[in-house]
């Protein structure tokens, strides 16, 4: 069935480093790749996302990179910073349906 | 503007009780989701509307979960006969258009069961 693997579960960084999170997805079929940030108590919040026309996209501090031969997508952060610490969840989802796929999240604590 | 609601933000039954969660999503939004998030994990997809249809509700766990919307815009998700392992937050998302578009999730329902 369909399923999306992420790691790690838990990431802990130094500010101004990097951090990196993998995902991989089952269904070949999917196009659409969220990634959502999650603080304690709220709703997620989409961070940035990529289709699959798409190998790479830029925001800031935030990227995001998808390899659809591999069904693997990656988030990277660089320049953490304290108030990026929250669980970031990775989504695969498809054009024709509404369903997105999460993965089971990875808790990310920057130390200041 | 405003973002999705959605009430209550915390509801707390007895075990087979019946329960109701509201979902407001952002206005113009054609496209409501639900899904359910259990303690420290995922979210788990429930229901997809279009419109007042729901294209695919093969997330629903059982004929005790049910959801309807009216008028494109409102939601509501009822859940009979709780159980304990029904104990969740409930999140709703919208969407501009329909399949493929970029969902915005609400706060979420923390719905107990003892």
């Known amino acids: 069935g369909e399923n999306v693997e992420q790691h790690p579960s838990t990431l802990s960084v130094q500010e101004g480093d990097s951090a990196v999170i993998k995902c991989t997805y089952s269904d070949s079929a999917s196009n659409y790749f969220p990634w959502y940030k999650q603080e304690l108590g709220k709703g997620p919040q989409l961070i940035i996302d990529?289709?699959?026309?798409?190998g790479e996209k830029k925001d800031q501090r935030i990227a995001v990179t998808l390899n659809k031969t591999a069904k693997h997508f990656s988030l990277h952060i660089t320049e953490t910073q304290p108030e990026d610490s929250a669980v970031y969840f990775c989504a695969a989802g498809m054009s024709n349906t509404g369903k997105l796929i999460f993965g089971q999240g990875t808790t990310l604590q920057v130390k200041p | 503007g405003a973002g999705v609601s959605q009430s209550p933000s915390n509801k707390v039954t007895e075990k087979g009780k019946d329960v109701e969660l509201r979902c407001d999503p952002i206005?113009?939004?054609?496209?409501l989701y639900w899904y359910r998030q259990s303690l420290g994990q995922g979210l788990e997809f429930l229901i997809y509307f279009q419109g007042n249809s729901a294209p695919d509700k093969s997330g629903l766990p059982s004929d005790r979960f049910s959801a309807e919307r009216t008028g494109g815009s409102v939601s509501t998700l009822t859940i009979q006969r709780t159980q304990q392992e029904d104990s969740a937050v409930y999140l709703c998302?919208?969407?501009?258009?329909?399949?493929?578009?970029?969902?915005?999730f609400g706060p979420g329902t923390r719905l107990l069961v003892l």
């Open positions: 990529i289709r699959s026309n798409v």
């Open positions: 998302a919208s969407s501009f258009g329909g399949a493929g578009e970029t969902q915005y």
């Open positions: 206005s113009g939004h054609t496209a």
